[in-house]
């Protein structure tokens, strides 16, 4: 018997270069590359625009305007749905810009090396230099506040305060960072293969959640804030958000297991529908309510999932591969 599939309702796009992230401006998707270029489509056309001549897109952060991406050029753009290029900022010497985040009033902050610019939305602008290489940036959900991952823990700072910034500790290297939608837990993923977590209130406590044979290159929240999936793995790993205690002396759910590595996950923005993406090329979603499956895409040698998004309704699915393939998944009424 044929597995239920939605192949038939993926529009596929040549990105032309490995596709570093995908992002939704409304009703356009904007296709990051590591050529440097970002690849805007839209029901009309497709159009490439040169974000970075000769440099390489190494992050990027959008806030459903703008795609702001930043380069080994040491410049930081911002590239709207209509495929307008403007650069927002660049720093001294060229040196890469290792992280980005983007506030929801539109305030941005970027790091390169130890040094943190976070400017808000009236153009303020503060510097943080982090104890070590900043690694990570997010701003949280709800207050002008940014969490800045870097070695042996991650700092928690007010950049239009004059309190000083906050320090998380744990030992090891602390790559990416993420704020629950409530703002009570801080994540990072970290090089040891292994998540980090603190219960911001009400004690402060620690979280590890670990056993994964991989990095964790990509994480993403539910839509009610209470699952927090992960890559990594043979299967999506998802865990438990939903008490005061988040996942502490709790399981993780698998879902999608598979005989190949996850490369991407991205809840949808409504329902409890995880996608995954994998580094065969393959990709799956899959419900909670029941764990049904549904393929959206089949394995293809050389094509892992480097990049899955869901616009706001959640009617379409974005993805790009690292062979420069891409689609759209449009799902039916």
């Given at each position: 018997?044929?597995?239920?599939?939605l192949?038939?309702?993926?529009?596929?796009?040549?990105?032309g270069?490995?596709?570093?992230?995908?992002?939704?401006?409304?009703?356009?998707?904007?296709?990051?590359?590591?050529?440097?270029?970002?690849?805007?489509?839209?029901?009309?056309?497709?159009?490439?625009?040169e974000?970075?001549?000769?440099?390489?897109?190494?992050?990027?952060?959008?806030?459903?305007?703008?795609?702001?991406?930043?380069?080994?050029?040491?410049?930081?753009?911002?590239?709207?749905?209509?495929?307008?290029?403007?650069?927002v900022?660049?720093v001294?010497?060229?040196?890469?810009?290792?992280?980005?985040a983007l506030?929801?009033?539109?305030?941005?902050?970027?790091?390169?090396?130890?040094?943190?610019?976070?400017?808000?939305?009236?153009?303020?602008?503060?510097?943080?230099?982090?104890?070590?290489?900043?690694?990570?940036?997010?701003?949280?959900?709800?207050?002008?506040?940014l969490?800045?991952?870097?070695?042996?823990?991650?700092?928690?700072?007010?950049?239009?305060?004059?309190?000083?910034?906050?320090?998380?500790?744990?030992?090891?290297?602390?790559?990416?960072v993420?704020?629950s939608?409530?703002?009570?837990?801080?994540?990072?993923t970290?090089?040891?293969?292994?998540?980090?977590?603190?219960?911001?209130?009400?004690?402060r406590?620690?979280?590890?959640?670990?056993?994964?044979?991989?990095?964790?290159?990509?994480?993403?929240?539910?839509?009610d804030g209470?699952?927090?999936?992960?890559?990594?793995?043979?299967?999506?790993?998802?865990?438990?958000?939903?008490?005061?205690?988040?996942?502490t002396?709790?399981?993780?759910?698998?879902c999608?297991?598979?005989?190949?590595?996850?490369?991407?996950?991205?809840?949808?923005?409504?329902a409890?529908?995880?996608?995954?993406g994998?580094?065969?090329?393959?990709?799956?979603?899959?419900?909670?309510?029941?764990?049904?499956?549904?393929?959206?895409?089949?394995?293809?040698?050389?094509?892992?999932?480097?990049?899955?998004?869901?616009?706001?309704?959640?009617?379409?699915?974005?993805?790009?591969?690292a062979d420069?393939?891409?689609?759209?998944?449009?799902l039916?009424?």
């Open positions: 018997m044929r597995a239920p599939s192949l038939d309702h993926v529009m596929p796009v040549v990105a270069a490995h596709v570093t992230q995908a992002v939704w401006l409304q009703d356009t998707v904007a296709f990051a590359l590591g050529d440097g270029a970002v690849l805007v489509v839209s029901d009309e056309e497709a159009k490439r625009v974000a970075h001549p000769d440099a390489g897109i190494l992050v990027g952060a959008s806030d459903g305007r703008r795609l702001v991406t930043g380069g080994d050029d040491g410049r930081v753009v911002a590239i709207s749905g209509r495929g307008e290029v403007i650069e900022a660049s001294k010497n060229g040196a890469w810009i290792d992280a980005l506030h929801a009033d539109g305030g941005i902050a970027y790091a390169a090396g130890r040094n943190v610019v976070a400017r808000d939305a009236k153009g303020r602008e503060k510097t943080f230099a982090a104890p070590s290489t900043a690694r990570g940036l997010a701003f949280a959900p709800k207050g002008y506040r969490a800045v991952a870097h070695y042996n823990g991650a700092t928690l700072w007010y950049p239009n305060l004059e309190t000083a910034p906050d320090f998380v500790e744990w030992k090891g290297s602390h790559i990416d993420t704020w939608p409530d703002g009570r837990f801080v994540v990072t970290m090089q040891e293969n292994s998540l980090h977590g603190w219960r911001l209130q009400p004690d406590g620690h979280m590890r959640m670990s056993g994964y044979p991989a990095k964790v290159r990509s994480v993403s929240w539910s839509g209470d699952w927090l999936a992960t890559s990594g793995a043979e299967a999506a790993i998802v865990w438990p958000f939903d008490s005061k205690e988040g996942p002396g709790k399981a993780p759910r698998e999608g297991v598979r005989p190949a590595r996850v490369s991407r996950v991205s809840f949808h923005p409504k409890l529908v995880l996608a995954i994998y580094e065969d090329g393959c990709i799956l979603l899959v419900r909670f309510a029941d764990a049904s499956e549904l393929l959206v895409r089949r394995a293809v040698k050389d094509s892992a999932i480097s990049a899955l998004a869901w616009d706001g309704r959640g009617n379409r699915l974005a993805f790009g591969c420069g393939q891409a689609g759209i998944l449009n039916p009424a």
